[in-house]
Structures are given as structure tokens and as C-alpha cells.
């Protein structure tokens, strides 16, 4: 069960791991519209990632005999959420418990790139802000489990977007992505479908 619980939470932390580069800030502090009007005072982002993303039933790497996933992902500039709902077989049509895995998540865009087989990927920054577990945040055992893994915290990543397919960093063993020295440099061969 403590694996189950960890695989479903890293596949989409390794699936996203979300959005990057190509952002632009505003934050104005003049009137836009001509009438005196201010754009909202928050700093609005905006990424060629916004969209919302899914994967198809697939195979977790974490825990290739007893989980597979669907994942959707959506970004909305430096926020988005990752939305994984867990199977037991190979097909998707036994759910696994838990069901749906939800968390919210910021992203930061620190500028850098790195060349992959499908192009120029952005570096991006992932937290994970919350999670629920079938709609309830984890239980104190299920918080301690989460506090064991590498799931908490902020992933180091990269992205690229070829046409409508979303591709995440590939994890190894040295190039993990929990520190920003062992950010991925290659591609998951499993790219996130815009929807």
C-alpha cells in the first residue's frame, strides 16, 4: 500500500514536472485601458505550456507489475495541478486506492535550457503546494510516508512542447531532479497529450 501510495504520487511529478522559460511578467502600475483602470497588482505569468495536458493509460516506472495512471496536467502560468488517477491493471479499468491523486502546485522559470532529441527544453521549478488523496489531504500516516519520498519539496525539471505533445525530463539515477545539480537533461519517451 506504501508503495502504491508513493508511486501514484511521484508518476506525475516525473510526468510534468509542468512549464517553463518562454514566460513574461506585467505588473503595472499604469492605468491600461486609457480610463484610469490597473491590471490586476499581482504579477500575471504566462507560458507557452498553459493548457491542460493528459497522459494516456500507461505503465508507472515506480511500480511496473501493480500500477499504472492517467494523468492530467494543467498549468496556468506559475500555478497549475497535477490530476492522477490510479489503476491496478495494465488496461486502467481496475482503480487502485487511492482513486485520484490531486495536487496543486507553483512553478518557477529560471531561465536556463538544455538541448534534447526533440528540441531546446526550458528548465522549470516545480512545488508541490498541496495534495489530496480521493478528494481528503493525506493522513498522518500517509503525510509520513510523503515525507519519506522525494514527491515533497520542489522538483528540478525540463520541458518542451512539440506541436501538441508536453515532454518532461527523463529521471536517472544521478540526474533525479531533486536538487537543481541533478535537473534531467533528456526527455520522457511518454509525452502529455493537450487536451
Known amino acids: 500500500m506504501k508503495r502504491n501510495i508513493i508511486a501514484a504520487l511521484l508518476l506525475p511529478v516525473a510526468t510534468l514536472a509542468l512549464a517553463a522559460c518562454g514566460s513574461s511578467q506585467s505588473s503595472s502600475t499604469e492605468p491600461t485601458d486609457g480610463l484610469g483602470a490597473f491590471e490586476d497588482e499581482q504579477t500575471l505569468v504566462l507560458t507557452k505550456y498553459d493548457g491542460s495536458y493528459q497522459t494516456f493509460c500507461g ?115 544521478e540526474l533525479h531532479g531533486n536538487t537543481s545539480d541533478a535537473r534531467p537533461n533528456t526527455l520522457s519517451t511518454q509525452p502529455a497529450i493537450a487536451q
Open 59 to 173: 505503465v508507472s516506472v515506480f511500480a511496473p507489475l501493480s500500477n499504472t495512471s492517467v494523468t492530467v496536467t494543467s498549468i496556468d502560468g506559475d500555478k497549475g495541478s497535477i490530476t492522477t488517477y490510479n489503476y491496478v491493471d495494465r488496461g486502467c479499468t481496475m482503480q487502485a486506492s487511492p482513486t485520484q491523486t490531486v495536487m496543486e502546485i507553483s512553478l518557477a522559470y529560471p531561465g536556463g535550457t538544455v538541448e534534447t532529441s526533440q528540441g531546446e527544453a526550458d528548465f522549470v521549478d516545480v512545488t508541490i503546494e498541496s495534495i489530496k488523496l480521493d478528494g481528503l489531504p493525506p493522513t498522518f500516516v500517509q503525510q509520513q510516508q510523503l515525507s519519506q519520498s522525494s514527491i515533497l519539496g520542489t522538483r528540478y525539471d525540463i520541458l518542451v512542447l512539440q506541436d501538441s505533445a508536453l515532454y518532461s525530463g527523463a529521471s536517472t539515477e
